[in-house]
């Protein structure tokens, strides 16, 4: 596996300003499900040591995000590109010694990073896939005349309608067009 390059979550030239500090953070992840444990990180680093990302990518480290959660840098955090590199194995959730569930904290920044319309284009890419098509991926024509000539049966036809319906459902699809930094109505 090579090494992951993003942005990184924090860079030296970027000294925290006290106006970006958003003390009330933390009390807002306490009440989400799956982060209400968030307050006793104590800073171990063990997330991090044992993620299977971290080891390969030279800026994506958990405990530092949940650090700048607690921090209060709330902007930061949700901006984060790193943050979509979690490959949700939960090695965190099992080792943290205070028995947070890592896994979901970082669930939990991306959710709320969602809500403000902000994730990565590749996630949008596959939303706009889905409803096009009901597949997350564009099936390649070539793959599909592959298939024929081997003599697989043809793949189950994508129901974008039922997916639409969904997704409308649970406000996906306004998020999805939002522009970035915009609020959802309501909040
Ligand atoms: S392992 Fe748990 S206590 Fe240690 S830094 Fe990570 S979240 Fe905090
Ligand atoms: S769940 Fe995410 S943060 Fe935790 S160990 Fe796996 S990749 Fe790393």
Redesign the pocket.
């Known amino acids: 596996m090579s090494e992951v390059a993003t942005t990184p979550i924090q860079s030296k030239d970027q000294a925290i300003k006290a106006s970006e500090l958003d003390p009330k953070f933390k009390y807002e992840l306490v009440k989400i499900h799956g982060s209400e444990k968030i307050l006793k990180c104590f800073q171990c680093g063990t997330?991090t040591s044992?993620?299977?990302?971290?080891r390969f990518s030279d800026s994506y480290r958990?405990r530092t995000l949940i650090h700048m959660a607690l921090t209060g840098l709330k902007d930061r955090v949700l901006n984060s590109d790193t943050l979509w590199l979690?490959?949700?194995?939960?090695?965190?959730?099992d080792r943290c010694p205070q028995d947070i569930e890592?896994?979901n904290v970082?669930r939990a920044f991306r959710n709320l990073a969602a809500e403000k319309g902000c994730f990565p284009q590749v996630f949008k890419d596959q939303a706009a896939s889905l409803l096009e098509s009901g597949y997350a991926f564009k099936i390649p024509e070539l793959r599909i005349k592959k298939r024929e000539s081997q003599g697989l049966p043809p793949l189950p036809k994508g129901n974008p309608e039922k997916v639409c319906k969904t997704l409308k459902g649970v406000k996906f699809i306004e998020k999805i067009q939002k522009p970035v930094g915009e609020k959802s109505s309501g909040q």
């Not at 044992?50 to 971290?54: E, G, K």
């Open positions: 997330c044992d993620c299977p990302v971290a958990p979690c490959a949700a194995c939960y090695t965190c959730t890592v896994a970082i």
